[in-house]
């Protein structure tokens, strides 16, 4: 009998393993279209043209994807908080944010470089600054930290058993998904990925993570907006 229970409970485990990868492969898949998108692009497009001509066709684009990755986390067996979506503890969360401070003042020591930014980000001045901050900056931080720390991190660790190498699968996903930044840009969110990602594994919490992705975004292509017109 005991036996039995052990042989059930080996199967059930790799259907679950099984399970999960089909899973992980298919919402991954989502984003093969952009990828290979902007592989293709003609030489000299950015993300940039890319939203200044069809920003509410991406914003729906995002969110329809979000919520489907929101439907895959909620009907699940597993709780909110293991997706980082339960709910805001002062503390701890004003830590995590705390803690990425010194990446916002790196990115405001950057602020020499802006100048270089602004002929690939020139097509976000067609935008008005508050239609930017909610397309780009929260619709974009909220996606993506929902995806890449929220879904991808929890799942690649059930699936590998190492929150080390979920970590670095999830940030180097995410550096992927940002080809159209070119080399720099896919770094950048490497780099950036690993440190949410720490950040994620030991807190579990979305919501800082959300907050400072949003604002470094919005920092960013508002500054950058700023040195075009600068430079006209």
């Known amino acids: 009998m005991a036996g039995d229970v052990e042989v059930a409970q080996v199967e059930e485990s790799r259907s679950r393993f099984r399970f999960l990868c089909v899973e992980v492969l298919v919402l991954c898949?989502?984003?093969?279209?952009s990828i290979v998108g902007a592989i293709l692009a003609r030489p000299g497009r950015t993300t940039a043209d890319v939203y200044s001509k069809n920003a509410t066709y991406h914003v729906v684009t995002l969110l329809a994807w979000l919520a489907v990755y929101l439907f895959v986390t909620v009907t699940g067996d597993e709780p909110l908080t293991y997706f980082g979506l339960g709910p805001w503890r002062w503390k701890r969360d004003l830590?995590?944010?705390a803690l990425f401070?010194?990446?916002?003042f790196l990115q405001w020591l950057g602020g020499k470089e802006l100048d270089k930014m602004a002929t690939p980000l020139s097509p976000y001045a067609q935008l008005s600054p508050m239609w930017l901050i909610v397309t780009v900056g929260l619709t974009k931080a909220v996606f993506e930290e929902t995806v890449f720390r929220g879904y991808l991190i929890p799942r690649l660790e059930e699936i590998t058993g190492k929150a080390?190498?979920?970590?670095?699968?999830?940030?180097?996903?995410?550096?992927?998904t940002g080809i159209s930044l070119g080399s720099t840009g896919m770094?950048?969110?490497?780099?950036?990925?690993?440190?949410?990602?720490?950040?994620?594994?030991?807190?579990?919490?979305?919501?800082?993570?959300?907050?400072?992705?949003?604002?470094?975004?919005?920092?960013?292509?508002?500054s950058a907006v700023s040195a075009l017109h600068g430079l006209r």
């Open 164 to 176: 080390w190498i979920a970590v670095i699968g999830s940030a180097s996903f995410y550096a992927v």
């Open 95 to 97: 830590t995590v944010f």
């Open 101 to 104: 401070v010194p990446v916002l």
């Open 29 to 33: 898949s989502l984003h093969l279209p």
């Open 187 to 222: 770094l950048g969110n490497f780099l950036f990925g690993l440190v949410a990602g720490a950040a994620f594994v030991n807190y579990r919490s979305l919501w800082p993570l959300i907050a400072m992705h949003a604002t470094m975004s919005v920092w960013a292509l508002l």
